[in-house]
């Protein structure tokens, strides 16, 4: 539904800003609002289109629920469908983020 998508994608983002700072800090790293902010923004885009790509794929094949492993969540990948967008995008691009953002 759209509401609950405009709110995953806010209380995301916030939710991606404090475990992103918690993770810097714990490895003893620092960085901007400047430089985070946009980090962080460009990530749930990802994961959004993720999650947006793998309902256009279910809709396609006409299946509600991915599978009836986490009955009322519409299947295992509906768990896990932006992590793995973001993750193929971190693995594709992982040198050019460390150099842009850590450096």
Request: charged share 15%; hydrophobic share 50%.
């Amino acid at each position: 539904s759209p509401h609950k998508t405009i709110e995953g994608c806010i209380g995301g983002f916030f939710s991606a800003i404090i475990v992103f700072y918690f993770a810097l800090w714990e490895d003893g790293l620092h960085m901007s609002y400047n430089t985070a902010i946009p980090f962080v923004l460009v990530v749930c885009m990802i994961a959004f289109f993720g999650d947006m790509f793998e309902s256009l794929l279910k809709r396609q094949a006409r299946l509600k629920d991915s599978g009836n492993s986490l009955p009322g969540h519409g299947g295992f990948l509906d768990r896990f469908d932006a992590v793995m967008m973001v993750s193929f995008f971190f693995f594709l691009f992982r040198n050019q983020l460390i150099n842009l953002f850590i450096t």
